[in-house]
């Protein structure tokens, strides 16, 4: 089977499965596909155990030939950051800006210092040498909010407005400090790099000021074409050039193309949509890049629910994935609050602000992809073949999983509680 055909056959199953979900669970949609695709992977892996018969090798196969790290960081990440920019209010944005940084920078620095430091100490206790750079390389690509999860979830649920903007800016921002973490930490694990401020200083300034900038300078591009035309058509096909070749030419720059891709979406859906279009456009934009969001969106879940597929477990496994849950939860309880320390002092927040944070800080598709970036061969339990990639690939997986099903599915009543205590402890 072709990679076009495997993709064809996945958005279908996607779309069945949401279909059924509309009929019977209404389960939110991306967590329905997410359960199915996880029930549909076991049934293989069962039904080949007991010889009835064997689809997850050719399953595995297939998926494998898509390559879930290129075809999510090179291809649809631009789509959907670009879908998310688009709807974030820049009033709303600007009035939570230093909270957003800072959750963004500093939330993201300490949870991967409390996740690195706690594994390793587990790792030592269990007799397994796990060193400390590769506890916090995991700590560095899970410690960052994942925006698609975060925008095709907590999004739709209706929190309270300053919560919602302060959840949604930081997982829309956190990628680029995030970024400069996991890959400073990369190279000093499997290349003896030596980490010097001057590196750090230019890898942060290129990819994620870079990245803001280019982005500035690709919305003002197109909000010049865009507004030099009446065309609906063609004012709505220009959208779509921003996340296919400005994305492309961001990686060939060398600057974050996600960074670049929410700047130029907040400044399209703020500028542009009420200066630089026709009427028709403005009415339909949302509609039209929703129904895009949307039919990723269910690709990229089922892809997340099926690539399980694709990995070696071995017993050791079992435990370190049910273990990298709560330490992750609680580095990301610790990092919020030690922010909101800070935040009170300024300002009034909803008392529930913490703990939904917490909560809705999910992570998906992004850190499932940084994972499967690590190399495979540095061997951490040789008699077993357990490397380095696969610990980290399988407690990234363990997370992702959780953050995505029972997160992402428990978090309406806290959503409730913090609505019904916003007015009269929230204050302007």
């Excluded at 920019?85 to 230093?98: D, F, M, S």
């Excluded at 698609?148 to 919560?163: D, G, N, S």
């Excluded at 609050?337 to 944070?357: D, I």
């Amino acid at each position: 089977m072709t990679v076009y055909a495997t993709l064809c056959t996945l958005a279908a199953v996607a779309m069945l499965i949401a279909f059924i979900n509309s009929k019977i669970g209404r389960m939110q949609m991306t967590i329905a596909i997410t359960a199915g695709a996880l029930m549909l992977s076991l049934l293989m892996i069962i039904a080949g155990k007991a010889q009835w018969f064997s689809l997850s090798e050719r399953a595995a196969d297939a998926i494998e030939r898509i390559n879930f790290e290129t075809f999510l960081l090179n291809g649809m990440l631009g789509f959907l950051l670009f879908a998310g920019g688009l709807g974030i209010k820049l009033p709303n944005l600007r009035a939570q800006k230093w909270e957003i940084a800072t959750l963004a920078l500093l939330g993201t620095l300490v949870s991967t210092a409390i996740i690195g430091i706690a594994l390793w100490l587990f790792f030592q206790l269990i007799g397994i040498d796990f060193a400390l750079i590769y506890c916090l390389l995991f700590g560095s690509l899970i410690s960052p909010t994942d925006p698609i999860a975060v925008l095709a979830i907590v999004k739709k649920m209706k929190a309270p407005e300053q919560i919602s903007i302060q959840i949604e800016g930081e997982s829309l921002f956190n990628d680029g400090f995030g970024l400069v973490l996991f890959v400073t930490l990369f190279a000093i694990a499997f290349t003896g790099a030596e980490p010097t401020f001057i590196g750090i200083s230019s890898l942060f300034l290129h990819e994620a000021i870079g990245g803001i900038i280019y982005g500035l300078a690709m919305g003002l591009l197109f909000h010049g074409l865009i507004s030099a035309t009446d065309d609906h058509s063609m004012e709505l096909l220009l959208t779509l050039g921003i996340p296919t070749g400005g994305y492309v030419l961001a990686s060939a720059l060398g600057v974050s193309g996600p960074l670049a891709m929410v700047v130029s979406g907040i400044l399209i859906g703020n500028w542009t949509r009420h200066t630089g279009m026709s009427p028709e456009t403005k009415d339909h934009l949302d509609n039209f890049w929703e129904l895009v969001d949307e039919f990723l969106n269910s690709v990229l879940f089922l892809l997340i629910g099926l690539v399980m597929l694709t990995f070696s477990f071995h017993q050791e496994d079992w435990v370190l994935m049910v273990v990298a849950i709560p330490v992750v939860l609680a580095a990301r309880y610790l990092s919020v609050k030690l922010c909101y320390l800070g935040f009170n002092r300024f300002r009034h927040y909803n008392p529930m602000s913490v703990k939904v944070l917490t909560w809705g800080g999910l992570r998906g598709g992004l850190a499932l992809a940084m994972a499967m970036s690590i190399p495979s061969g540095v061997m951490v339990v040789a008699s077993k073949g357990i490397d380095v990639k696969e610990i980290i690939l399988v407690m990234t997986y363990s997370v992702v999983v959780f953050s995505i099903l029972v997160q992402g599915s428990t978090i309406t009543p806290l959503l409730n509680k913090a609505n019904r205590l916003e007015p009269e402890q929230s204050p302007e």
